[in-house]
C-alpha cells in the first residue's frame, strides 16, 4: 500500500521561499509518476509539477524558474522547492502517486489529479502581499 506524508507548509510574505517534503512508503521508485498538486479555497485541484523515475520532471507554466521539484529514492522522499511566492501560489499542496510514466497522465506540465490513486493528506501554504 502505497502511503505519503507532506510536510513544510507555512505562512510566508510574497517573494519568500519554502520547500514542501513528502515522505513515501509502499511505491515503485523504478516505475512511478510522483506529482505535488494544489488546491486554493473554491478552486480545483491543480497539478503544479512531476517527476518520473528517471528523475525527469515537468512544471506548470506558472511556476516554471519558481519551483524545483526534486526526489531522492534511497530516503523515499520528494522535494519541492518553492521560491519568489505569490499570493496566487496560496493552497493546500498535495503529494500524490501513479505507477507508469507521467506522459500518460501528464499533458505538458499539467497533470491529471484523476489519475493519481495515491494521496498524502496536505499541507497548507499561505503566501501573503
Known amino acids: 500500500q502505497v502511503q505519503l506524508s507532506e510536510s513544510g507548509g507555512g505562512s510566508v510574505e510574497a517573494g519568500g521561499r519554502l520547500t514542501l517534503s513528502c515522505a513515501l512508503s509502499?511505491?515503485?521508485?523504478?516505475?512511478?509518476?510522483l506529482g505535488w498538486f494544489r488546491q486554493a479555497p473554491g478552486k480545483e485541484r491543480e497539478g503544479v509539477t512531476a517527476?518520473?523515475?528517471?528523475?525527469?520532471?515537468r512544471y506548470v507554466d506558472s511556476v516554471k524558474g519558481r519551483f524545483t521539484l526534486s526526489k531522492d529514492d534511497a530516503k523515499n522522499g520528494l522535494y519541492l522547492r518553492m521560491e519568489s511566492l505569490k499570493p496566487e501560489d496560496t493552497g493546500m499542496y498535495y503529494c500524490?502517486?501513479?505507477?507508469?510514466?507521467?506522459?500518460?497522465?501528464?499533458?505538458?506540465?499539467?497533470?491529471?489529479?484523476?489519475?493519481?490513486?495515491?494521496w498524502g493528506q496536505g499541507t497548507q501554504v499561505t503566501v501573503s502581499s
Open positions: 500524490a502517486a501513479t505507477i507508469g510514466h507521467c506522459s500518460t497522465v501528464c499533458r505538458g506540465g499539467d497533470c491529471y489529479a484523476a489519475y493519481f490513486e495515491n
Open positions: 509502499g511505491y515503485n521508485s523504478g516505475n512511478s509518476c
Open positions: 517527476i518520473d523515475s528517471d528523475g525527469s520532471t
